[in-house]
């Protein structure tokens, strides 16, 4: 009995660790003195949806916080973008599953730009990343 209490003790130790751990990080992104924050506001036709982005200055290095887009429908999945000289730029697939102890992990890196117009998010069939978006969902310019 006090075996499996010591047991569920430590697991919960370790969840509450990954959680620590994940809110450092976001933290740190959020401080960085040369991380930009832009805004990626709903388009039009979309209703609340919204996102945020953290560029780094010095780098290039892009994050994403994309607690605030609305879970995608089945069979669908968000891709983000970068407008660079007037061109999308595929930044990868933003994956909403990540979880710790229930709760969404909010920032994610995703590749990098060294410089950009704007940032976008757009939903699209589940699969493999598109070359150019098809429904944009959030967008921000710099």
């Known amino acids: 009995m006090l075996s499996k209490e010591l047991a569920s003790t430590q697991t919960d130790l370790l969840k509450q660790k990954e959680i620590t751990g994940a809110m450092k990080q976001d933290m740190g992104v959020m401080a960085d003195r040369n991380a930009q924050p832009v805004s990626l506001n709903a388009m039009p036709d979309v209703a609340d949806a919204a996102a945020r982005i953290y560029w780094?200055?010095?780098?290039g290095?892009?994050?994403i916080d994309p607690s605030n887009l609305p879970a995608p429908p089945k069979g669908k999945q968000y891709q983000?973008?970068?407008?660079?000289?007037?061109?999308?730029?595929?930044?990868?697939?933003?994956?909403?599953?990540i979880e710790v102890n229930g709760k969404k992990v909010h920032i994610?890196?995703?590749?990098?730009?060294?410089?950009?117009?704007?940032?976008?998010?757009?939903?699209?069939?589940?699969?493999?990343?598109?070359?150019?978006?098809?429904?944009v969902i959030v967008m921000g310019k710099i």
């Open 108 to 135: 994610q890196k995703m590749k990098s730009f060294g410089r950009a117009q704007a940032f976008a998010v757009s939903l699209e069939d589940a699969g493999p990343e598109k070359p150019v978006p098809s429904k």
């Open 56 to 59: 780094m200055k010095n780098s």
């Open 80 to 97: 983000f973008w970068a407008i660079v000289d007037g061109v999308p730029e595929s930044g990868g697939m933003i994956n909403t599953d």
């Open 61 to 63: 290095e892009v994050y």
